[in-house]
Every structure is written in C-alpha cells, then in structure tokens.
C-alpha cells in the first residue's frame, strides 16, 4: 500500500520535477566519468586491430551510440505501453523527451559507419542490413517526433504517439529482418563492423563507452522532460509557487 | 461480425463510386510515375527489366498512399465517424471493412492494370503473372498499415505528408518482399518464398492493424 | 601503458586520422550542443512562464474584485 502510494508519488510531475532535478548532474557526473575512461581506453592504451587498423577506434561511438539508438526506442515504447495502459502522465513526457536523443543517437550511427566504412569498404555508404535498418530507425523516430510535433493537445499528442510507437516495435523486427534477407539475396557486403574477436580491452573500451553514452541519454532525457513539464502544467499550483519563490 | 463488414464494405463503395474520379486520378498517378521512370534512365531493355520490380512497387506504394488521408476525414467531417465509434459493434470490426474498401479501390485497380505497365519494362509473362499476383496480395496490408497512419492524422494540419512520413517506413518489409518475388522470378530463382511471407503479411495486417486504427481513431475523436 | 609513441601518430591514427577524428568530432559536438539547447530551452521556458505568472498577478492586484 505504501509502496504504490509512493509510486504514484514520483510519477506525479510536482514531485519528480524536483527529482530529476537532483538527478540529472549525478548521471552527467558518470557520463563524463566514464567517457573519459572509455576514451583513455580505447583511444590511448588499445593497441591496434590487425586487421582494421586504427580505424577500428571508430566503434568505439559506433556501437555504442547504434545500441542506444535501439535501446531508447524500446524505452520510449516501454513508456507508450504504460502510458497507453495506466494513463499516467510522466510517461508520454518521458517517450518524447527521449525521442530527439534517441534520433541524434541513430545519426550519429549512421554517420560513424559512414566515415567506417569509406577507409573499411571503400565507399561511404553501403547497403548493409545494419546500416540499412539504422536508417529506417531513424525514420521510425523522425516520423514519430513529425507526428508529435503536429498535435496540439498533448493528451492527444501522447496517446497517438505511444500509438505510433507500439506499431513501430512490433514492425522494428520484420523490418530487420526483412531488410536481413533482401540484403543476403542481393549478396552485400559481409564485413562486420564489430569483430567477435576482440581483445578484452578493446571490450571494455566499448563498454564503458556505452555506459557513458547510457547515462548521457537519461540526464539529457531527464533535463528535457522537466521543460516538458513545466509548459504543460505551467497553471499547476506547484509551478506557480515555485516560480514566484525562484522569483523572491 | 462479417455482416457488419460487408455493409461498411458496401456503404464505403458506394460513397467511392460517386466520387469516381479519385479513383482514376490515383490509378493514372500509378501509370504516369512508371512512365517517367524510363524516360529519366534511358530505354536500355535489359536495365528496364531489372528495374521494372522496384519502380512498380514503389510506384504502388505512393498510388495506394494518395487515397488514405481521406480513408477516414470525410466520415469525420459530416459526423458519421462518430456515430460508427458509438455504435454497439466493435471499432476495430467497422474498421476492417472501411480498409478492405479502400483495397477495393485503391489496391485492386494497381493489380489490374500493373501487367500492362508491366510490358512497357519488357517483363515475361511468369514475371507478369507474379507482379500482379504480388500487388494483388500485398496492397491489402498496405490498406492496413496505412489505415493506422490516417487514423493518428486525423484532423491535423498537414495530415498528407505527416501521414506518409509515418507510413512509408513501416510499408518496407511489403516493398521487399513485393518487388523481390518478382526479382527472383525475373532472374528465375522462384518468388514462392517471398510470396508465401507477403500473403503472411497481408494476414498480419488484415487481422491487427485495424485494431491498432481503431485505438488512434478513438484518440482523435476524445 | 600507453600504446601510442608521440602525439603525432596519435593524431595520424595510423592514416585513419580524417576518419577517426570525424567520427569523434562530430559526436563530441553533438554531444555539446544537445544540452546547450535543452539547458537553453529550459532557460526561456522559465522566464517565459515567470513573467506570464507575473503579469498575471499584476493584474489581478489592479481589478477590485475579491
């Protein structure tokens, strides 16, 4: 009983506002923490790739921002099933404070395998199963930022979105695979970006890259949800005491 | 249940035949995109004929996309949507029915007049048969999907290019698997695979994605 | 401990330089600028909001109801 109480407590905007406020130079703090551990890592102890050659550093954002760029619209869509199934109001807020670093994440996949894959296959763009459904990724997100950004109910803008969201995660793996099979058909290219035979420093390069871009994403997301929040309940009594005590 | 279907299925049609025109401006969009295509490339057979797959595909693609905006905005203009969405049936059932309708019209018609485009490319006659066979399997789930997209837009200003932004992504599995049955047919490896996955689609979409309209029409109506 | 002999084969990378540093440049820049625009999104939301507050505290100061 308490627990719920509580729950519902921090979903409510005037109590998490405040929280996230805390929170979010704790999860900066650990980005660049473990940025600049991953970078000294992977950018100054690793040795070379026998194969790949320094170029191979590039996966060091590469993979890391391309998980991200998954990961986030599955939470996103966490947030859409929630939000759909309890009508709570944190959770369209979180979908679409999340949505710009989930878009920016999947450009900057793009954009690495890009600059990858010039040295790598000769060519800046390949059609790669991978690059292929990270570019259809950042459709999904355009589209539903595009889609958000047109409602001007908010309500509204969350259901429709959450709406959006689910529909695109049950189609996230035809997609792929789809994308899987018209590319084996037509024979490209077979090079991975990401070696299964890595040596366990460059492994922990990447994974304390992934941390730092992980909590990267929950600051900014956070920072973003507390705008969100304030336009939309900018006639609560709990923004407007706390406006006029800023204002004192 | 099928009753209720068929008479959306039937109103919609008939609603559609007073307004005949739509139909043929999108299924003359279809035939003039496929013509552009070797003018802007060159006349080359064989490159025609590889091409000929995808160029009628997305050509499809865009043709079904034209008609969606309006699949639900004109029954919620003049109140009928309303109505339908506060009757005893099932949204999702009466939303079925107006998706099979707008297949009617916008689908079936591509299916039809694809083999003669068809023959502009220099296309075999097995490749014919498995172009129209595909397009006639894989619009339905291109009525479906699209279906969702229109329901989200509803009412919103620039609803068209919003609609098709959020759409055409999610067409993508159909469009490989639409142009790559022909593809293998054309280079004789056998599109059956592709086709039996674009008819699993199709049955995917036919049975959920109405569901899912009705979900976002229920939304824009609150 | 460290893998590379001078600053200049660290820049270099072995050739990859262009590469390896555009892929880390641009991140870094993104990775900058995204929080600039939210923090300063943050910033003009507040101010906006405090001064509609203000106003309309003003004016209900000036109408003689209640």
Do not use: C
Not at chain 2, 189 to 201: E, F, I, K, P
Not at chain 3, 3 to 32: E, I, K, Q, R
């Amino acid at each position: 009983m308490i627990d719920r109480f509580n729950l519902y407590r921090f979903a409510s905007p005037a109590t998490f506002y405040p929280l996230a406020g805390k929170l979010i130079p704790w999860f900066a703090a650990a980005g660049v923490l473990f940025g600049l551990v991953g970078l000294y890592i992977g950018m100054l102890v690793a040795p070379t790739d026998f194969q790949q050659g320094e170029g191979y550093r590039i996966i060091f954002i590469h993979v890391p921002t391309s998980w991200m760029s998954m990961f986030i619209y599955l939470v996103m869509a966490f947030w859409a099933a929630i939000g759909l199934a309890f009508n709570t109001r944190l959770s369209g807020m979180m979908a679409q404070a999340l949505a710009p670093t989930g878009a920016l994440m999947a450009f900057l996949s793009l954009w690495t395998g890009a600059l990858w894959g010039k040295p790598m296959w000769g060519t800046w763009w390949v059609w790669d199963a991978r690059l292929t459904s990270e570019l259809i990724l950042l459709f999904l997100y355009i589209g539903y930022m595009a889609l958000v950004a047109a409602i001007d109910d908010p309500r509204r803008a969350d259901k429709a979105g959450g709406i959006l969201l689910l529909v695109g995660v049950v189609n996230i793996p035809i997609i792929y695979f789809s994308v899987k099979w018209w590319n084996t058909l037509h024979q490209g290219s077979s090079v991975n970006l990401t070696k299964s035979s890595m040596a366990e420093i460059m492994l922990w390069g990447m994974l304390l890259m992934a941390l730092a871009f992980w909590m990267y994403a929950i600051a900014v997301a956070l920072a973003r949800v507390r705008t969100l929040m304030l336009e939309r309940e900018r006639n609560a009594e709990w923004v407007r005491k706390m406006l006029s005590e800023e204002n004192a | 249940m099928l009753k209720i279907i068929f008479s959306v299925i039937a109103r919609d049609l008939q609603l559609a035949m007073r307004r005949q025109a739509d139909i043929v401006s999108a299924l003359f969009f279809f035939v003039i995109v496929v013509s552009l295509f070797p003018l802007g490339i060159g006349p080359e057979t064989d490159l025609l004929r590889k091409l000929a797959p995808g160029v009628l595909w997305v050509a499809a693609l865009l043709a079904t996309m034209l008609s969606l905006p309006r699949l639900f905005a004109d029954d919620h203009r003049d109140g009928t949507l309303e109505q339908l969405a506060l009757s005893p049936y099932p949204l999702g059932l009466i939303v079925t029915g107006k998706t099979i309708a707008h297949w009617l019209v916008s689908g079936l018609p591509l299916a039809l007049i694809a083999p003669i485009l068809g023959v502009q490319f220099d296309l075999a006659a097995d490749a014919l048969w498995v172009l129209t066979l595909t397009i006639l399997i894989g619009t339905p789930a291109l009525s479906g999907i699209g279906a969702i997209g229109a329901a989200l837009t509803l009412g919103l200003r620039g609803g068209g290019v919003l609609l098709s932004l959020l759409v055409l992504p999610l067409y993508i599995p159909v469009l490989i698997f639409g142009a790559g049955a022909v593809e293998a047919t054309v280079s004789g490896l056998g599109g059956d695979g592709h086709l039996s996955l674009l008819a699993a689609m199709t049955t995917a979409a036919i049975g959920f994605a109405p569901w899912a309209s009705a979900a976002a029409l229920k939304i824009a109506l609150e | 401990m460290i893998y590379w002999n001078s600053f200049a084969d660290f820049l270099a990378m072995g050739g990859y330089g262009l590469y390896v540093w555009g892929s880390f440049g641009v991140t870094a820049l993104v990775m900058v600028a995204e929080p600039i625009l939210v923090a300063r999104n943050q910033r003009a939301s507040v101010a906006r909001l405090k001064r509609q507050l203000r106003a309309e505290q003003r004016a209900e100061s000036r109408s003689p109801a209640a």
